[in-house]
């Protein structure tokens, strides 16, 4: 099973930004913790992480994505999460399952942050549990067996 993992804008200062909001864990230990949780998780997951802070590489990443035959689609599209319906449609274009995470309750925040037009594009939205979203997106997908067909 491959699934990929794509973190968005700013989350590569995780640990530097906002810690009272996004915790103390710097993105390489995230990305590391998310690498651990997979290999705990099953010996056939193979996970592909990206991070990016401009759109366009992260629909051309999307797309590889199913071009590339990947079973399912972890996001966390940072800021774009408010108004990038380009993500949404790529997205929902791939026909693949998408879970959105969130290291923040975006519920509990600035009004902004509450709506998320990629939402809708996914399965599902699990925010506000830190990197342990990450880990609740990766069992989930294993669970729902890969690819929508």
Avoid: W
């Amino acid at each position: 099973m491959k699934i990929a993992v794509i973190h968005g804008p700013n989350l590569n200062l995780a640990g530097v930004r906002q810690i009272g909001i996004y915790g103390t864990m710097s993105f390489e230990e995230m990305m590391a913790y998310i690498d651990d949780c997979a290999k705990d998780l099953g010996s056939n997951l193979q996970l592909s992480q990206f991070q990016s802070n401009h759109e366009g590489e992260i629909l051309d990443f999307i797309h590889k994505c199913h071009f590339e035959d990947f079973d399912g689609l972890i996001i966390n599209p940072g800021a774009l999460t408010h108004y990038s319906h380009a993500i949404a449609d790529a997205v929902a274009a791939v026909k693949m399952p998408a879970l959105e995470v969130h290291l923040s309750n975006i519920h509990a925040r600035e009004e902004f942050r509450s709506k998320s037009v990629v939402a809708s594009s996914c399965i599902g939205q699990i925010s506000g549990l830190g990197a342990e979203s990450y880990l609740l997106a990766l069992i989930y997908l294993i669970n729902l067996g890969g690819r929508e067909q």
